[in-house]
């Protein structure tokens, strides 16, 4: 069951603005109806979060997507559509339910932040728990925990106006967090924040989703921050959603011209990772084969060089074909490994970290996951080819088609041993 | 030329007639109203001037004095504390005692009326369309002609004079309250809407106190319309400062109008100088932030954040 659901949601703005859902359905365009007087700030939005997921929404300011995640949990009721969150419809709650639906199970940090400013940090942190009743040395202690995960240890007693933009934006997190809900709406939550700080923001983010769990729909205007931050990005414009799917799939496949020249400048190097465009060694050989089958199969596959792998797939090392045929030339059946130490990387490395560990090696680029074993390789000639707006790789595949890991072991190449 | 004379086909009106009916229909019927709420006032009004004689003026001024400390800083309490004197050394201390008690009275009537209506206004915008022209009305009305209907109602004395302050102080109170609220930023109402605040969690825990500073403008402005009313007032025979200048009118002693003239100047001060150092952060000077830096100082974390 998705975490979070919406279905046909509309938000028109004006008097009467169900009319403008009619109207829409039946194709008029948004400049038709505001010459009515009608304003569609959202149209006809579907979407559904999966829990543990950070789905974010990008569009340019007036694209609707602040409207939107304010229907989310009604601080703004959509003119049409439903908006299900854990299994209720909360378009159809009173005021009391909504209350309990926004206490218990979504909260929102802002783009302002939107702190008391007469409250301290601590109180400020515990406000959902405020509201919610608790007894305020229960609260104290949530609060005071919220603000450790956030980095603001110790802070508690000090006043919002003290602390600089990034600190409040972690106060607002923290607000966020102690209220407990499983669901976290952030409003361009990082948008008020400079470049510096809202990176470090955005790694804190990114590393709290995966220790607690957390879904997020998190809206912003900065696409690098949506491919960075996104499972899956909505992309909006003029109240529509364009397209949904993960970065690689906007970047590489986006759906019309306007997605496409929205994604045209985006620097591919630091979206793209290892996983996105490495491929499978051809072929691997076994730790415990000699020279003599390492030179014929280099000879069939024509390759200049050749991993090495352990039984468990863990990487051995390295040779080149040069040194395989002198070992076979002096007869010896130690296998001429590569000395220098392999550049390795995992597969979520962004292609922009890739670069200087291909400079300085002439070896490939090893990939592997967290258990060492090995994944797939990138030549320095796939890493170049990637750049080049996705149209092929060094297999002539494109980008998409490559597999994004490979689970057991390396079964695409030809082993011997 | 006299007004009967000019040639116009529009009928004449008596709204002066139906208001002096109106008036007499609520005088007759209300009477036993007007009366307890006149008592009510006399009591209070009294009570206070009695309790503000039977101090000493040295003991007063001090206080007073203390309290400017307190609020704003040592140079406005030096200042008040000297011209404080220069009341008692004209010998008009107790008649700006009893003005003094008369705008206090009077004003915290009027914030008692003026907030809670200045809360409906911003939450509620037919409220607030209702609510704006009657404040037009009670303020561009001349202030002399709620004094004719307060001596009807309530005869003269004390208890007229602080009804029509009331009704003339009012209006800026409850403007400056609805303007208060509805400045507080968006988002930070929004933000206690998405905690699942309610409506009066979120009045009194968010809106109400962002809302301070500028309620605290138009109390001080209510103060000060208090103020220049109470002076009026003395023609329905409140005792004070305004039945001095009205005296000295009436006989041409400009002495004494100096006099009274100058303190009703000196209290206009002190007071409007204290309740704007209520509403604004403060100057630092002020023993409250003194002692609120304090506190603070000691409150702050010896640990960076990492």
Redesign the interface.
């Known amino acids: 069951m998705p975490a979070l659901e919406a279905d046909g949601v509309f938000k028109i703005f004006g008097r009467r603005p169900e009319r403008g859902v009619r109207a829409l359905r039946e194709g008029r365009t948004r400049e038709e109806l505001r010459s009515r007087g009608l304003t569609p700030a959202v149209i006809d939005a579907t979407f559904s979060v999966d829990p543990g997921e950070i789905f974010v929404v990008m569009g340019l300011s007036g694209s609707g997507k602040s409207t939107l995640i304010r229907t989310v949990n009604r601080l703004l009721d959509p003119t049409a559509g439903t908006v299900v969150i854990d299994g209720t419809d909360i378009s159809s709650l009173d005021a009391v339910g909504l209350r309990r639906v926004r206490r218990e199970k979504i909260s929102m940090v802002f783009q302002h932040f939107a702190l008391l400013p007469h409250r301290t940090v601590g109180e400020n942190a515990a406000y959902g728990l405020q509201v919610q009743g608790m007894n305020s040395s229960d609260r104290r202690a949530r609060a005071e925990q919220a603000l450790d995960m956030v980095g603001l240890k110790g802070w508690g007693a000090s006043m919002p106006s003290e602390l600089s933009g990034g600190m409040r934006q972690r106060v607002g997190l923290a607000r966020a967090l102690a209220a407990g809900t499983d669901i976290m709406l952030m409003d361009e939550a990082f948008s008020a924040l400079d470049p510096l700080i809202r990176r470090e923001m955005q790694d804190q983010l990114i590393d709290l989703q995966q220790r607690l769990d957390k879904t997020i729909l998190f809206i912003t205007h900065d696409l690098n921050e949506a491919m960075r931050l996104g499972d899956r990005i909505a992309m909006m414009r003029d109240g529509r959603i364009e397209q949904i799917g993960t970065a690689e799939q906007i970047l590489n496949n986006p759906v019309n011209n306007y997605v496409a020249e929205f994604v045209q400048d985006v620097d591919r190097t630091r979206v793209l990772t290892a996983a996105n465009v490495m491929e499978q060694p051809v072929a691997v050989l076994g730790s415990t084969s000699g020279p003599q089958a390492a030179h014929k199969l280099m000879r069939e596959h024509q390759l200049a060089w050749l991993l090495v792998v352990n039984r468990d797939r863990t990487v051995h090392g390295l040779v080149w074909s040069h040194d395989v045929a002198a070992a076979v030339r002096e007869g010896t059946d130690v296998l001429p490994l590569h000395r220098a130490e392999l550049p390795y990387t995992s597969p979520d490395t962004t292609l922009s970290d890739l670069f200087t560990q291909a400079a300085s090696s002439p070896a490939p680029l090893v990939v592997r996951d967290e258990d060492q074993r090995l994944v797939g390789v990138i030549p320095d000639v796939t890493l170049l080819a990637a750049m080049g707006n996705g149209q092929s790789n060094g297999n002539g595949q494109t980008l998409e088609n490559v597999p994004v890991g490979i689970p057991a072991g390396v079964d695409h190449g030809t082993e011997v041993r | 030329m006299n007004e009967e004379e000019l040639t116009t086909v529009i009928p004449g009106v008596a709204v002066g007639d139906w208001v002096d009916q109106g008036v007499d229909w609520l005088n007759s019927t209300f009477r036993e109203i007007f009366r307890a709420i006149g008592d009510v006032l006399g009591t209070l009004i009294n009570g206070l001037i009695d309790v503000m004689l039977l101090v000493p003026p040295d003991v007063m001024i001090v206080a007073l004095a203390l309290l400017g400390l307190l609020l704003r800083s040592w140079q406005f309490a030096v200042g008040s504390a000297l011209t404080l004197a220069l009341i008692v050394a004209m010998g008009m201390w107790i008649p700006a005692m009893q003005t003094l008690a008369l705008v206090v009275i009077a004003t915290a009537a009027a914030v008692l009326i003026a907030v809670p209506i200045g809360i409906l206004a911003a939450r509620n915008n037919l409220v607030s369309n209702l609510v704006r022209p009657v404040l037009d009305f009670m303020q561009t009305m001349p202030a002399f002609v709620y004094l004719i209907p307060a001596i009807l109602f309530f005869s003269i004395g004390y208890v007229p004079g602080v009804l029509s302050t009331i009704v003339f102080a009012l209006p800026p109170g409850v403007r400056l309250t609805e303007l208060g609220i509805r400045q507080v ?1 968006a ?2 109402v ?9 409506p009066r ?1 979120i009045l009194r ?2 809106q109400l ?2 809302a301070v500073p500028t309620i605290m403008a138009g109390i001080n402005q209510v103060i000060m319309l208090a103020l220049s009313m109470a002076v009026i007032a003395g023609m329905v025979g409140a005792d004070g400062l305004g039945k001095k200048v009205v005296e000295s009118i009436a006989t041409l002693n400009i002495g004494l109008g100096a006099e009274a003239g100058l303190s009703v100047v000196v209290l206009a001060i002190y007071l409007d100088r204290l309740t704007a150092a209520v509403g604004g952060s403060g100057s630092d000077k002020s023993l409250r932030s003194l002692i609120r830096r304090n506190t ?1 100082a000691r ?5 960076t ?2």
């Open positions: 930023d988002e930070t929004e933000a206690g809407q998405a905690f699942g605040a309610t969690q825990g968010i106190p962002l603070t409150r702050q974390p010896s640990t954040a990492s």
